[in-house]
């Protein structure tokens, strides 16, 4: 299978595994509990706690949770680490921003790499 990045239509590669599609998907992931005062960063460290157990490719920055997987893995941890603050009886914000890019993997730490090189740096 041939991948061209500037392609609108990708050719969409099957999991040899599930014999399902296999849709490569990054996600920024934002969990957080609302109402437990000024300070989130422990409801927040549950959910990316989560995230990371799930043994997906991740990194997390001030804002997001990066993941990349195939699309119903990265839905299923999303909601997972948005379930661990939700069934402890906090009201739980979700934010979550994905790219489905079938035929593409590595993006995470591909995609970067391509504004640096644009950018001459």
Do not use: W
Not at 38 to 61: D, H, K
Not at 81 to 109: C, N
């Amino acid at each position: 299978m041939v991948v061209d990045r500037n392609a609108v239509k990708q050719e969409v590669p099957i999991d040899p595994k599930t014999g399902k599609p296999y849709l490569n998907t990054v996600a920024a992931i934002q969990v957080s509990a609302a109402g437990v005062g000024s300070e989130v960063s422990p409801y927040v460290a549950q959910a990316v706690e989560v995230i990371r157990e799930s043994g997906l490719p991740q990194e997390t920055n001030a804002l997001f949770t990066n993941v990349e997987g195939d699309l119903d893995d990265v839905l299923h941890v999303a909601g997972e680490a948005a379930k661990k603050l939700a069934e402890q009886g906090y009201r739980t914000s979700l934010v979550l921003h994905m790219d489905i890019r079938p035929g593409f993997t590595g993006q995470l730490t591909e995609k970067p790499k391509i504004v640096d090189r644009i950018l001459g740096e």
